[in-house]
C-alpha cells in the first residue's frame, strides 16, 4: 500500500486516499460499521455519527452505489427499520484505505519531528505574497 | 484530542478532523510542508503531490486563507519563484489534526480486529433496500 514512488515524484499525492471513503463523515460511518459485523440500525448510526437523517441518507446512498455499504429493511413491531451494514468487499477496501491513513500519520508524524527544532527567519531572497 | 462522549452519541463524528486540512490533496500539501521548515518551491510541491498548476494554486488559496501556510514571491535570477511553508500556527494545527487521524486509524483497527471473524447470514426480519 505504500505509494510507488517514495523519494520525489508524487511520494505525497497518497492515491490510495479514496475520495469516497475520505469524506469526514462518511469515515465516521464506515468506522462504525466495522465495528459491527452485523450492521447498525440508522436511527443508531445517527446519533453515533452526529448526523441529520438528510445527511445520513445521502452518505449512505453514495456508500451503497460504491458498492461499500447494504442497506437492509425489516420491522420492529409495525415500525418501520433500516439496518446498515458494510458488504465484505466495503470491509476489505475500507481496510486498505485504513493502511494508506496509517502512512499518512506516520509520514506526518516522522515530518514534524524532523523539522520541529528549526528556528524559521523570513526566507532570503523572498518577500510575502 | 479524544471525542468528548466514548461509548455512544458522537462516538464516531470526530469533530477535529478539520475539513480545511482533510481534504485529500491538502492533505498531501500540509504533509510535505511539515517535513521542511524552510519551505518547498511551489514547482518542487507540483511535483511530490502530483498536482497540477491551477490545482495546487487553488489549494495554496484555500491553506493560505485558513492560516495554515504562507507564500513568499523570490526570484532566481530573472526567473520569479515562489516559496510555500507552514505558518507556526499552521504546524500546531496540522499536529492536531494528525492526532485525531491517529484515532481514526486505531479505532478503524480496533473495529475490524473484533468484527473479523464473523460469519454473516442476511440479517433475520431484514430484507435487501
Same mark, same amino acid.
Given at each position: 500500500?505504500?505509494?510507488?514512488?517514495?523519494?520525489? =515524484?508524487? @511520494?505525497?499525492?497518497? #492515491?490510495?486516499?479514496?475520495? !469516497?471513503?475520505? %469524506?469526514?463523515?462518511?469515515?465516521? /460511518? /464506515?468506522?462504525?460499521?466495522?465495528?459491527?459485523? #452485523?450492521? $447498525?440500525?440508522?436511527? #443508531? +448510526?445517527? %446519533? +453515533?455519527?452526529?448526523?441529520?437523517?438528510?445527511? *445520513?441518507?445521502?452518505?449512505?446512498? !453514495? *456508500?451503497?452505489?460504491?458498492? *461499500?455499504?447494504? $442497506?437492509?429493511?425489516?420491522?420492529?413491531? @409495525?415500525?418501520?427499520?433500516? +439496518?446498515?451494514? *458494510?458488504?465484505?468487499?466495503?470491509?476489505?477496501?475500507?481496510? #486498505?484505505? !485504513?493502511?494508506?491513513?496509517?502512512?499518512? !500519520?506516520?509520514?506526518? /508524524?516522522? &515530518?514534524?519531528?524532523?523539522? @520541529?527544532?528549526?528556528?524559521?527567519? &523570513?526566507? %532570503?531572497?523572498? =518577500?510575502?505574497?
Amino acid at each position: 500500500m505504500r505509494p510507488k514512488s517514495h523519494g520525489g =515524484s508524487g @511520494r505525497f499525492s497518497y #492515491d490510495g486516499l479514496d475520495r !469516497v471513503m475520505h %469524506e469526514k463523515a462518511r469515515l465516521g /460511518l /464506515l468506522t462504525s460499521l466495522a465495528s459491527k459485523a #452485523d450492521g $447498525i440500525l440508522f436511527t #443508531d +448510526l445517527k %446519533e +453515533l455519527c452526529q448526523l441529520t437523517d438528510g445527511n *445520513l441518507s445521502r452518505h449512505l446512498t !453514495v *456508500l451503497q452505489e460504491a458498492g *461499500l455499504v447494504e $442497506i437492509w429493511k425489516g420491522f420492529k413491531g @409495525r415500525k418501520p427499520q433500516t +439496518l446498515c451494514r *458494510l458488504t465484505d468487499d466495503g470491509r476489505r477496501r475500507f481496510l #486498505d484505505y !485504513v493502511s494508506v491513513l496509517e502512512l499518512v !500519520v506516520a509520514d506526518a /508524524l516522522d &515530518a514534524t519531528k524532523a523539522a @520541529r527544532q528549526k528556528k524559521r527567519p &523570513a526566507p %532570503e531572497g523572498f =518577500s510575502p505574497a
